[in-house]
């Protein structure tokens, strides 16, 4: 398996298009005399612009930070699985907090079940709704998540 640092393979087709073309327009602007040291500066520039936004997956992120800060072959995959587990976390903590911020009784089986699930997408819904909720319960009631359960 390749290191998701050197594998643009990693990113979504439109992030992968974007980070193509920055460095495509950059190199043709190095072959026009651009300094090396510049075209690498607006380079790791425009990544960090891209990092700061919402909906990148762990791999994306990784791949990106790699590239900026010049991580070394294998860092990136045990940092992207650590970053994911990281996120889940904090995203079933926030979960938790809101629920017993409304004062909602939340039972031994709910709990678990929030902390142990690492699907982002179910947790930030679960957040999202943990707000409007009757019952912790109610968060995951058929039908009412992504479309799933």
């Known amino acids: 398996m390749t290191d ?44 960090k612009e891209i990092i700061k936004r919402e909906g990148l997956s762990p791999g994306e992120v990784a791949y990106l930070r790699g590239k900026i800060e010049k991580w070394p072959p294998g860092y990136a995959e045990p940092w992207a699985s650590g970053y994911a587990a990281g996120l889940a976390k904090g995203l079933a903590k926030g979960t938790l907090a809101v629920l017993e911020v409304r004062l909602l009784s939340i039972s031994d089986d709910v709990r678990e079940r929030i902390t142990t699930c690492t699907d982002h997408a179910r947790l930030d819904d679960w957040l999202d709704r943990a707000g409007t909720v009757e019952r912790a319960e109610d968060l995951f009631r058929a039908g009412a998540e992504l479309g799933r359960e």
């Open 4 to 47: 998701l640092q050197d594998d643009q393979q990693s990113l979504n087709p439109e992030l992968q298009e974007e980070v193509s073309g920055i460095a495509m327009s950059l190199a043709a602007a190095m072959a026009f005399g651009l300094q090396p040291e510049k075209a690498m500066a607006e380079l790791h520039g425009r990544f």
